[in-house]
C-alpha cells in the first residue's frame, strides 16, 4: 500500500521560514512528478510548485522567489522550503505524486500539514 505523508507544518510568524516534507513509502517503482497544493479554509485547493522526475520546477506566481521545491529521489522524499512567509500562505498544505507501484501507476493524496503564519 503506498502512502504519502506530509510533515513540517507549524505556527510562525510573518517572514518565518518552514521546511515541508512529503514522504512516499510502500512498493514504489518509480515517481513521476509530485506537486505540492494549498487550501486555505472556504478556497478552493491550490497548486503552488512541482517538481518533474528530472529535476524541472514550476512555481505559482504568488509563491515565487519565496518557495523552493526539491526531490530526494534515495529517500522518495520532496521537500517544499517556504521562506518570507506571509498571513495569507495561511493554509492545509498538501502533496500529491504520480506513483507507479506493483499494481499500476496512480495519483496520491496525502492528508495535509498544517501552516499558520500570524502577523
Known amino acids: 500500500q503506498v502512502q504519502l505523508v506530509e510533515s513540517g507544518g507549524g505556527l510562525v510568524q510573518a517572514g518565518g521560514s518552514l521546511r515541508l516534507s512529503c514522504a512516499a513509502s510502500?512498493?514504489?517503482?518509480?515517481?513521476?512528478?509530485v506537486s505540492w497544493y494549498r487550501q486555505a479554509p472556504g478556497k478552493q485547493r491550490d497548486l503552488v510548485a512541482t517538481?518533474?522526475?528530472?529535476?524541472?520546477?514550476n512555481y505559482a506566481d504568488s509563491v515565487k522567489g519565496r518557495f523552493t521545491i526539491s526531490r530526494d529521489n534515495a529517500k522518495n522524499t520532496v521537500y517544499l522550503e517556504v521562506n518570507s512567509l506571509k498571513p495569507e500562505d495561511t493554509a492545509v498544505y498538501y502533496c500529491?505524486?504520480?506513483?507507479?507501484?506493483?499494481?499500476?501507476?496512480?495519483?496520491?493524496w496525502g492528508q495535509g500539514t498544517q501552516v499558520t503564519v500570524s502577523s
Open positions: 500529491n505524486a504520480g506513483i507507479r507501484s506493483w499494481n499500476g501507476d496512480y495519483d496520491y
Open positions: 510502500g512498493v514504489i517503482f518509480s515517481i513521476r512528478s
Open positions: 517538481i518533474t522526475a528530472t529535476g524541472v520546477t
